[in-house]
């Protein structure tokens, strides 16, 4: 769970879901604004606009609040997280988790927002501080599945085949739908199958890429390696790392391009390694904010 320094940054933050969209203004995310309806309270940050202060609220407290206002477009926000082995590299699940909790909660305060993983798991539908609460225990719950190294037991499924099961289990979207998916996109299907199947729910989509930086720049020298999806083992020798480095960036370059040309958004987030939660967070929250995928409100 994020912690509370991070969750008062992220209050001055919506998630882009307009920009995300590939829909047109119609389509866009609820977003604070000027409509009559009330939404929320939150303490007061520099910059408000002084006519949104309660200040009744002032006088009876002391304490500066901002009153946000709802407008009236909408947008439901479904948060895939990937839970395939490949996650279970490094430390790269937990700055996923900690990419989906943030998302997840920038995007609660504004819409109904779900979270989902890739083995098959889904939060409640809950909006506000319940659907807050049951999304991130599912997260804080959630952990890459492991390694089918029985021959007679079944892989979990990979980033594809779970984004495609996760968006057929969904009824048809009669107004508006945005899925958020985070994963490393390491998988050797095709993404076309997914991509038609969220379509076929209505579903606009943006991909987080979330990958360390030993998969995408390995260092050279001999290693043995071993296929977390399978559990292979193999020496590798220094030619070998670098033909790996050349096929690894192409990839990232051909699934950009596939994902581009379905007219869905990919945003690339390197992975520090930095295991300090705290570091985790601000990375993930600066990271957020320069791809636009976290807007100020």
Known sequence: MISAATRRALDRYALAARELSSASGERSAREA????EFHDFRPYQPGDELRAVDWRAYARSKRLVTRLYQAERTIDVHVVLDVSASMGLGDKAAHARTIAEIVTY???RDAVTRVHTTAGASSPTAQGRVGLARAWGLLESSAP????????????????????????????V????????????????????????LRARGLDAAFLQVVGDDEI?????RFEVRDVETGERRAVDEAEVRAYRVAVQAFVRRTRAALAQAGVAHVLLRVPPEPDALARERWALAALRRARVLVPR
């Open 33 to 36: 604004g000027s409509s009559v």
């Open 106 to 108: 920038a995007g609660h």
């Open 145 to 172: 599945e492991p390694a089918a190294t029985d021959p007679g037991t079944a892989a979990a499924p990979g980033p594809v085949e779970g984004v495609r099961r996760f968006a057929l289990g969904l009824p048809r």
């Open 174 to 197: 009669r107004g508006a739908a945005l899925a958020v998916v985070v994963s490393d996109l390491f998988d050797p299907a095709p993404w076309r199958g997914a991509l038609v199947a």
């Open 217 to 221: 720049d390995p260092p050279e020298g």
